[in-house]
């Protein structure tokens, strides 16, 4: 597969597709997978292939089903491609989305939103969402800022800045939380993570911002190779080393936040899929990039099925699933590999 990229990531797309007509199909009114892609063809093309179906079916597939499913695989790859640019730029592998302050500064402003008497959406958004994805960009812009040394910002401090900034916004948060504790249930249902998606306004907001991050992360794949040599090499090979930092960590942070506005905090993601990704296909960003962006689609397609189907028609939370599903897998894929894990 290390030799063929153009087919390992045919069979992701091929894969992903599956996935979703899956994801759509099962539930507590079980849909048949040909009439999941009729709907779709016929809602978002125009195209009428002669199916029948009810006029409910329809509206459960388009209007419920679609785009919770669509919403699971927007987190999961934009999680998963920010998870991609953290590694390879801290050259840590135990970096994730939120390692920066990311869900430090997410999980602060959506607890402070819970807590405002006032009401009011914008482009689909109530102000939980919104607070979360201006929390989380700016958590990671102060950690740079905390973090930089005159002109440079050393890995270590930023490390080290991140921790320290994540720990104090988890402090008032819990704070926050003691004080009121009528949000208590609503802040750890949210920081448990779960595709809040219902209709497509908010998915029409989302995916742009999640596909322009994915592309200008792929943008910085070469720098991002470069980066694994370490900082002095990266820039005796010509990279702006860091004005190409500052590029990485603004979006990774605003993949991480497009994914926290509809998803609350979902963990694992962007850790563990990079990983699989890695040990199956290689540490070349070029490809691991957008192969992990589709992995991480499917993951958490996937996860969120598995979420609504195990305890129906109750819902087990998103970031539960995620680590109880994906941990087992990634120490299974660790030790059937049989050789030492390289980064």
């Known amino acids: 597969m290390r030799r063929q990229p153009i087919l390992a990531l045919t069979l992701l797309a091929l894969a992903l597709l599956l996935a979703l007509g899956v994801a759509a199909s099962l539930g507590t009114v079980a849909i048949p997978l040909g009439d999941i892609a009729a709907i779709a063809l016929k809602r978002a093309l125009g195209v009428s292939i002669g199916a029948a179906w009810s006029e409910t079916q329809e509206t459960i597939v388009w209007q419920l089903r679609l785009p919770r499913v669509c919403g699971a695989a927007i987190v999961g790859a934009a999680l998963a491609s920010a998870g991609v640019l953290f590694q390879g730029l801290l050259r840590n592998p135990i970096a994730d989305p939120y390692l920066l302050g990311t869900s430090g500064g997410a999980a602060l402003a959506a607890t402070i939103a819970l807590l405002v008497p006032a009401s009011f959406g914008v482009f689909a958004f109530t102000l939980v969402p919104i607070a979360a994805f201006m929390g989380a960009l700016g958590a990671v812009l102060l950690v740079y800022?905390?973090?930089?040394?005159?002109?440079?910002?050393?890995?270590?401090?930023?490390?080290?800045?991140?921790?320290?900034?994540?720990?104090?916004?988890?402090?008032?948060?819990?704070?926050?939380?003691?004080?009121?504790q009528n949000t208590l249930q609503r802040v750890v249902l949210w920081t448990m993570g779960g595709v809040?998606?219902?209709?497509?306004?908010?998915?029409?907001?989302?995916?742009?911002?999640?596909?322009?991050?994915?592309l200008a992360a792929f943008?910085?794949?070469?720098?991002?190779?470069?980066?694994?040599?370490?900082?002095?090499?990266?820039?005796?090979?010509?990279?702006?080393?860091?004005?190409q930092?500052?590029?990485?960590?603004?979006?990774?942070?605003?993949?991480?936040?497009?994914?926290?506005?509809?998803?609350?905090?979902?963990?694992?993601?962007?850790?563990?899929?990079?990983?699989?990704?890695?040990?199956?296909?290689?540490?070349?960003?070029?490809?691991?990039?957008?192969?992990?962006?589709?992995?991480?689609?499917?993951?958490?397609?996937?996860?969120?099925?598995?979420?609504?189907?195990?305890?129906?028609?109750?819902?087990?939370?998103?970031?539960?699933v995620t680590a109880l599903v994906g941990a087992p897998f990634f120490i299974y894929l660790l030790r059937r590999t049989k050789r030492e894990y390289t980064f």
């Open 196 to 214: 809040s998606a219902s209709g497509w306004d908010a998915l029409k907001v989302v995916t742009p911002l999640v596909v322009v991050g994915a």
């Open 145 to 180: 800022q905390i973090a930089r040394v005159g002109p440079r910002t050393p890995i270590t401090t930023l490390l080290l800045a991140g921790f320290a900034t994540s720990s104090m916004m988890a402090s008032v948060m819990s704070f926050l939380m003691l004080m009121n």
């Open 245 to 320: 930092k500052f590029l990485a960590l603004t979006i990774g942070a605003l993949l991480t936040g497009a994914a926290v506005a509809i998803s609350g905090l979902v963990g694992f993601v962007g850790l563990i899929v990079p990983h699989v990704v890695r040990l199956v296909l290689g540490p070349d960003h070029r490809l691991l990039l957008p192969a992990s962006f589709l992995s991480g689609a499917i993951f958490l397609v996937l996860a969120d099925l598995i979420a609504r189907l195990v305890l129906a028609p109750s819902e087990l939370p998103l970031g539960v």
């Open 219 to 243: 943008a910085l794949a070469n720098d991002l190779n470069a980066f694994l040599l370490g900082e002095e090499q990266a820039a005796a090979l010509g990279v702006a080393v860091e004005r």
